[in-house]
């Protein structure tokens, strides 16, 4: 693809994350040129609750594109197609007619429905064959049936006529382009526990058992597709891509490899593995697909882990440590017997599955100490969701980390210490907008590295070992005790 005025084109990549909504310009060569950023807040009213205001979304992106076409300059004339990269299992309502939001986005770490989610268990193994999710109120089909029942602007504009309802992506592809498109992509819409993984379209037997009307969801498109006009500095450009945030990460670096475990560790962590194939059915992970081009599709076997640079937070705010994420180095770094962490942070996910885990500390120490604790159990939770995945496929061989808690390099170091496994990262870790890149680059078969990157080789750690091992142990027993125990 050529830019507008025939010269080498670029490409602006939106990622649309929890915590800020970043614009990036790169070349052909996967080099940046330019970038904006505009941080976004959330509302935490109950537990279990979080919310952002979608028009805070909206103006954050438009934002984020303007300082980096200002900061591109005359070269801004050259963008040949922008992609969109989002929060996944984040949803809105909104007036299909005015484009106004008639519900707050409920973003993908709310569990408020869980309790009415409860009622489907009998079905749960249906459902996951379906759609490659488990049963849980981090999707959106609980989400959005929410919003029918208790926000009257959202059962007053079904009952005209006028709702739109669905992931967060469909929402900002309405606002943002010309058109006003009605769709979603494989990525967000496989987020729902609405979406069938091989029809690829909204399962008409989910839509009714969950109470979503079907006719106010979004067109189900591939990855690839024709969505509209981005009007960037007087310039309409062409948005061709539209994919979930980690999903797009996956391509950071070039078409992923089947070896390599991908992981990207920012509010929650995600650890992926990629199937040239559908891969079927597979208890206590989630199979997603993560690229269609309108032909060849890419899916991935993913474990969750929650409460990553969430839990952080929640330990900073518990503990009284205000400055966590800056001390965090200098505690990981000293040589200590911390306490053990049994990590619920916003429910606990891959492969254990329990929305209202309680957390706890096992164990006395000073705050550092448990702040310490809380980031260890973060690796931890990494380490038990690839165990899972080697009954599934074949041997990781190595573990490829991007995200923002992977510029601590102790974590890294412990995560290839307890997975006996060599972790590379990158030196550029915005991977979800360089991945939005490659994409919007039609996958070019030179996509090199600015930089190289850092390898950490697994080290001998028979202390952190023990901790691994004594971690799993009193989750185990505390999933027995509370009757969530795998079967």
Known sequence: MSAPDGREPLYLAIDQGGHASRALVFDRRGLPCAKGLKTVGERRAQPGWVEQDPEELVASVRDAIAEALAALGPRASRIAAAGLATQRSSVVCWDRETGAALSPVLSWQDRRAHEWLAQ?????????????????????????RWCLDHLPEVSAAHARGRLALGPLASFLLFRLLEERPLVVDPANAARTLLWNLTTLDWDPRLTGLFGVPAECLPRCVPTRHAFGTLRA???????????????????????????????????????????????????????????????????????????AGAALAWAGATLGLADIETQLPQWLARDTEPPLFLN???????????????SR?????????????????????????LDEMKSFASPVEQIFVTGGLSEYDDLCQRLADVSAMPVYRPTEREA????????????????????????????????????????????????????????
């Open 361 to 385: 500390f096992v164990g006395s120490g000073e705050p550092w100490q448990q702040a310490l604790a809380v980031a260890e159990s973060i690796v931890f939770l990494i380490r038990a969701n």
């Open 233 to 307: 500095d007087g310039v309409g450009v062409p948005l061709t891509i539209a994919d979930g945030d980690q999903a797009a990460a996956l391509f950071a670096y070039g078409e992923p490899h089947a070896n390599t475990a991908y992981l990207n560790m920012g509010t929650g962590a995600f650890v992926q593995r990629t199937c040239g194939h559908y891969p079927g059915d597979r208890p206590r992970l989630l199979t997603s697909v993560v690229y269609h081009d309108g032909t060849e599709l890419t899916y991935v076997l993913e474990g969750t882990v929650n409460g």
């Open 432 to 487: 979800t907008a360089r991945g939005t890149a490659y994409l919007l680059a039609a996958c070019p078969a030179e996509w090199p590295e600015p930089e190289i990157g850092l390898w950490f080789q697994p080290r001998p750690n028979p202390a952190l070992a023990d901790r691994y091992r004594r971690w799993r142990e009193l989750l185990e027993q505390a999933l027995r005790e509370t009757g969530s125990a795998r079967g």
């Open 344 to 358: 619920g942070v916003s429910g606990l996910g891959a492969p254990f599955w329990v929305a209202d885990f309680p």
């Open 120 to 144: 489907f268990s009998g079905r749960a193994e249906e459902i996951h064959r379906a759609t490659g999710l488990m049963l849980s109120a981090h999707y959106g089909a609980s989400k959005l």
